[in-house]
């Protein structure tokens, strides 16, 4: 079973940016997609971005359209996320995961798997 390693997070003031990293432990092979997600203090996990393993598309929460990129090491077994102009309501935990469901589009939470610990962000204002 493949496991996944947040790091790169760190308490920032606003305006900066910071780039998240998520080694697997082995290549992803026959899952469609990883994303990154988000679970701010109190609040429910939210989507935040997702790179399709088939066709290398990404999609965007409109919270970080323009700010945040996502991107992958195919050799290395990497998943990173570049954050950009970083905000306070950016704070959260932050998590990578693999999408589970083989035959559609998917930003759902729950339709994604093998969480990691998590990484934390702060974004002081």
């Known amino acids: 079973q493949v496991q996944l390693v947040e790091s790169g997070g760190g308490l920032v003031q606003a305006g900066n940016s910071l780039r998240l990293s998520c080694a697997a432990s082995?290549?992803?092979?026959?899952?469609?997609?990883m994303g990154w997600f988000r679970q701010a203090r109190g609040e429910a996990r939210e989507f935040v971005a997702r790179?399709?393993?088939?066709?290398?598309?990404?999609v965007y929460a409109d919270s970080v359209k323009g700010r945040f990129t996502i991107s992958r090491n195919i050799a290395k077994n990497m998943l990173y996320l570049q954050m950009n102009n970083l905000k306070p309501e950016d704070t959260a935990e932050y998590y990578c995961?693999?999408?589970?469901?083989?035959?559609?589009?998917?930003?759902?939470?729950?339709?994604?798997?093998?969480w990691g610990q998590g990484t934390q962000v702060t974004v002081s204002s």
């Open positions: 082995k290549r992803i092979l026959a899952r469609p997609a």
């Open positions: 995961a693999i999408q589970l469901v083989r035959d559609r589009f998917s930003i759902a939470t729950h339709e994604y798997g093998y």
């Open positions: 790179l399709s393993w088939i066709d290398n598309s990404t």
